[in-house]
C-alpha cells in the first residue's frame, strides 16, 4: 500500500509493534480530551487564501537559532525509539540530517548523545530534564556540547509526570535489550517493573519536582534556567509553556526561544490544544524570542496555520516514531518529505512565496470571526 500522508503510519505502526510499546508511544493522559484535541483543534482554523499570486518559486528555507534549515518542521524529542526499531534515533538523526532539519535528541533516548553524534554531520538539539542531583545534570550537558549538539530543550512540565493509564494497564517497562544511553555510567537506578508504570516510578524517583524560576540559594541544587545558563554557553530553549504569564517569565529569564507544548497531552488533561495557547504565548514574547509549536502536526496545512499564527517553526514527534517502527530511516525521510510537499502546496494554495508571505490574514480563527474582511 502506498503512503500517503504521515497518519497512515499510526495505523501499520499500531499492527506491527507490541501493544505495551505501540499504547507508551500513543496514548495521552487521563481521559485524553486533550490528545483528541490537538488534532481537532487544527480542524477549526480555516484558510483566507489571496489569489492570481506568481507562486512559481516557493522559498520555505528559515533559519532557527542562527542555523539555516529547509523547512520549519523540525524533530521533536521523543523517548526510547529502539523500541519502535533497531536503528532507533540513529535512523532519525540521519534522515533529520537528509531532510536538511533540526533533530532534538531526548535524554531518554536509547541512544547516547555520542552515538547520534557518530551518525555524520546536522543541527542536534538536546532535550534535558533536571534531575535532583544537579551533577547529573552538569555531565549531560557536557557531554550533548562535547558531542556538538547546538541547544538545549529544557522540558518544564514535568515535575511530576501525567497519569497515563494505557502504561498502567500494561506495567510499562523499558524492554531488557535496551538502556537510556545517555545515563550510562550514572547511577540514576534502571527503569524496573512495578506496580503501576515503571516509567512513573522512575519519574517520581529522579525529576525535580521543585523546579523553579526562581535560583534557592539555600540548597546546593540552584533551581532553574539561570542555574542552567551558568553551567553552558548553548542557547536554552524551554519547553511546555502553554499560558503568556510563563511566556513573559522565560522572556525576563533570557531563554533564547520557546515552544509552546502540552507534552503530546501526556501530562494534564484538559489543558488547551496548543494550536489554541499558540497565539497567547506569541503575543507575550513580543518578537523578543522566537516560539516554535509542537503538538498535533499531522499535515502540512497545520503547519502553515501555527506559522500564521506566529509561530517560527513546528516540532513533530509521533509522525516520526510511528514512520520509524514501520520503516526505519526510510519512513522517517518520507514523513518529513510529506509534510515539506504539503506545506509547499499550502503556501502555493494561499498565495505565499515565502514564509515571510504568511500572515495572520491568511487564516481565520474562531475566536476571531469578525476579522472576515479585515483590512489586508
Not at 499504547?23 to 485524553?32: F, M, T
Not at 521533536?76 to 519502535?84: E, G, L
Not at 502553554?242 to 526561544?257: K, M, S, Y
Request: proline share 4%; hydrophobic share 45%.
Amino acid at each position: 500500500m502506498e503512503i500517503t500522508n504521515v497518519m497512515e503510519y499510526e495505523a501499520l505502526a499500531k499492527e506491527k509493534l507490541p501493544k505495551m510499546i505501540y499504547d507508551y508511544y500513543a496514548s495521552g493522559a487521563e481521559d485524553q480530551w486533550t490528545l483528541k484535541e490537538n488534532r481537532n483543534a487544527f480542524s477549526r482554523i480555516l484558510f483566507r487564501p489571496r489569489i492570481l499570486v506568481d507562486v512559481s518559486k516557493i522559498d520555505m528555507t528559515t533559519t532557527v537559532l542562527g542555523f539555516k534549515i529547509s523547512m520549519p518542521i523540525m524533530v521533536a524529542p521523543t523517548a526510547m525509539q529502539k523500541m519502535a526499531h533497531p536503528d532507533g534515533e540513529y535512523a532519525t538523526a540521519r534522515a533529520s540530517t537528509a531532510a536538511g532539519t533540526i533533530m532534538t535528541l531526548s535524554s531518554w533516548g536509547t541512544s547516547s548523545v555520542e552515538e547520534v553524534a557518530s551518525t555524520g554531520p546536522g543541527v542536534r538539539f538536546f532535550q534535558l530534564y533536571v534531575y535532583k542531583d544537579r551533577n547529573v545534570v552538569t555531565q549531560m550537558v557536557k557531554r550533548a556540547e562535547n558531542a556538538g549538539f547546538k541547544a538545549i530543550v529544557l522540558t518544564v512540565d514535568t515535575p511530576r509526570l501525567g497519569r497515563r493509564e494505557s502504561d498502567i494497564k500494561n506495567r510499562f517497562v523499558l524492554p531488557p535489550n535496551l538502556t537510556l544511553k545517555n545515563f550510562d555510567g550514572l547511577n540514576l537506578g534502571k527503569l524496573d517493573k512495578t506496580d503501576d508504570s515503571g516509567l512513573a516510578s522512575y519519574v517520581a524517583g529522579q525529576v525535580d519536582r521543585s523546579l523553579s524560576w526562581k535560583v534557592s540559594y539555600k540548597s546546593i541544587n540552584w533551581k532553574d534556567v539561570k542555574w542552567l545558563k551558568t553551567i553552558t554557553p548553548l542557547p536554552i530553549l524551554v519547553k511546555g509553556v502553554l499560558t503568556a504569564e510563563d511566556a513573559r517569565i522565560a522572556v525576563q529569564h533570557g531563554v533564547a526561544g520557546i515552544i509552546v507544548s502540552n507534552h503530546g497531552a501526556r501530562q494534564l488533561d484538559y489543558v488547551p490544544a496548543t494550536i489554541m495557547a499558540l497565539e497567547e504565548v506569541v503575543q507575550a514574547a513580543q518578537n523578543r524570542v522566537p516560539v516554535f509549536l509542537d503538538g498535533g502536526v499531522r499535515r502540512g496545512t497545520d503547519v502553515f496555520k501555527a506559522l500564521a499564527l506566529g509561530a517560527s517553526g513546528v516540532f513533530i514527534g509521533r509522525p516520526v516514531v510511528f514512520s520509524l517502527a514501520v520503516d526505519g530511516e526510510a519512513g522517517v525521510r518520507k514523513t518529513l518529505q510529506m509534510l515539506h510537499d504539503e506545506l509547499e502546496l499550502t503556501m502555493a494554495l494561499s498565495g505565499c512565496r515565502s514564509l515571510a508571505e504568511i500572515t495572520r490574514n491568511h487564516i481565520m480563527a474562531p475566536w476571531d470571526l469578525p476579522r472576515v474582511g479585515s483590512k489586508l
